[in-house]
């Protein structure tokens, strides 16, 4: 069974602009989760989808944004980007079946450079 | 609110010796889950071992193994037998059936030849 896959693995962007992320979860895994990873601040939770309906949503700002389609692949968008978004964002899908019951597996992750 | 507490930055264990990474974790809930993951240079977390708090017994995966000290909030993982590939980044996480998992700041392992 193929792994969770991030899309691209490394990007480089500039101030202002804008970056869209991708995450491929395990097949029959409908929740789709997202972190940001940070070495000052760690692993820090951005949001949750499942069956294309976002769950929660941890404290980032409106820039943040992201959305699942029917087939349970998951979108992030970062809009005006600023420095302190570099980051290694991680993915991460389970079967959703009660949190705890069904861990996480994450993506090799996206490393964003905002310069 | 839910917080985890990873107080090691670092920590060194010769090759076949026996280390413990420390996690404490605060929360209000009675019914919840804990975590040690491991993240190595490729940089994929990888589930190490899991715990559920209503369990009394002590989860263990082979090499790994956890000590739950629920009434002191403590969740321990111990490596026994220390290989060159257990090195890596080690995050305790907790979650209670919230959607979104607690992280610790982690602990890096440092496996000396």
């Known amino acids: 069974k193929a792994g969770v896959t991030q899309t691209p693995r490394y990007l480089i962007k500039t101030r202002g602009q804008q970056v869209t992320l991708s995450c491929s979860p395990i097949?029959?895994?409908?929740?789709v989760s997202w972190y940001q990873q940070t070495p000052g601040q760690g692993l820090q939770f951005l949001f949750e989808y499942f069956s294309e309906t976002q769950r929660n949503k941890g404290n980032f700002p409106g820039r943040f944004s992201g959305r699942q389609f029917s087939n349970s692949r998951s979108e992030m968008n970062v809009s005006t980007l600023e420095l302190g978004d570099s980051a290694l964002y991680l993915c991460?899908?389970?079967?959703?079946?009660?949190?705890?019951?069904?861990?996480?597996?994450f993506g090799n992750g996206t490393r964003l450079t905002v310069t | 609110a839910q917080t985890v507490t990873q107080s090691q930055p670092e920590m060194s264990v010769q090759e076949a010796e026996t280390v413990t990474l420390s996690c404490t974790y605060d929360t209000s809930e009675s019914d919840y889950y804990l975590f040690w993951y491991k993240q190595p240079p490729s940089r994929q977390m990888i589930l190490v071992i899991r715990q559920e708090a209503y369990k009394q017994q002590n989860a263990t995966e082979n090499r790994f193994s956890v000590n739950f000290q629920k009434a002191a909030k403590s969740f321990s993982l111990k490596i026994s037998d220390s290989q060159l590939g257990d090195a890596a980044m080690y995050f305790c996480a907790y979650t209670s059936g919230t959607y979104k998992y607690i992280f610790g700041t982690g602990t890096r392992l440092k496996v000396l030849a």
């Open positions: 991460a899908s389970s079967l959703a079946v009660g949190q705890g019951r069904s861990p996480l597996h």
């Open positions: 097949s029959g895994h409908r929740s």
